[in-house]
């Protein structure tokens, strides 16, 4: 039997359907990594987050992190610590290598003579609660590797915000202003040079933050050593007691080296 005019539209409707469903690009989901594990990495791109709850010793509890692992996004979901003014754990994003452990493709380590240009975004959603301080970490070692630590190198801290009574390491020098903005500036050794900028008036969000000019700083102030080395630029939050949700978003570093270099790779993920 032949087939008739209406069964080849049919028949012809359902091909015409399956390749242009075909050519459709489906777009790939991030998925959530949900996490209480206490010290649990996920890379994303150039980038790694890390739960990094580090001083179980002293700051008994639990945190729990919901991680997108396309944008490296990530969200502390429960933090059920109470040891302020101790810090607990500093659940962080990071681009560098940190304590032997590397993110794909980073420039990082790189000697402090070849950095001519660093800058970062990040923004972030805190608790109106508990005792925290959300903050850039950046490490700088002595050598090319990192995997026995930052001992005798520097760690400077960029307190964007904090609440409760969490206060810096060190002792207080002063204030200064770097990239236009007011900072009351700590300093002290703790097996390594700690540094720490609290922002006068805190903020949620930094877009394109002039790194160098703390750096520069630090270098006028003999807290860091030209010889020395950029080891990572982090991000996160120092948790002491309560402190969730705190929502960290869109972090970004770009990193220029040499004459006329171009920044090295290391756009957001994925939005």
Known sequence: MKPTGASMERSFRKTFLFFYLTLIPIAVRAETVSTCAPNANVTIGAYVVGTNYWNPGTCKGRQCLDIDDKTGNFTVTTSTFSCAPNVASYPFIYYGSHFGSVSPGTVLPLGLADVK???????????????????????????????????????????????????????????????????????????????????????????????????????????????????????????RTGGAPFASNSFSVSIKKGPGAKPSPTPVPGK
Do not use: H
């Not at 609440?163 to 810096?168: E, M, S, T, V, Y």
């Not at 008036?201 to 000019?213: H, Q, T």
């Not at 020395?228 to 948790?239: D, M, S």
């Open 117 to 239: 240009a660093v800058s970062t975004s990040w923004s972030f959603i805190a608790a109106d609660q508990g005792s925290w301080n959300a903050a850039y970490d950046v490490w700088f070692s002595k050598g090319a590797s990192t995997a026995g630590g930052f001992g005798g190198g520097a760690e400077l801290m960029i307190w964007l915000n904090y609440r409760g009574n969490a206060i810096p390491a060190g002792k207080k020098i002063g204030t200064v202003t770097v990239d236009g903005m007011s900072w009351t500036l700590w300093e002290g050794p703790i097996g390594w040079n700690y540094i720490a900028y609290l922002a006068d008036k805190p903020v949620n969000s930094v877009k394109n933050l002039d790194l160098m000019g703390f750096i520069n700083d630090c270098l006028s102030r003999g807290y860091l050593d030209r010889s020395w080395y950029l080891a990572a630029v982090e991000a996160g939050i120092e948790l």
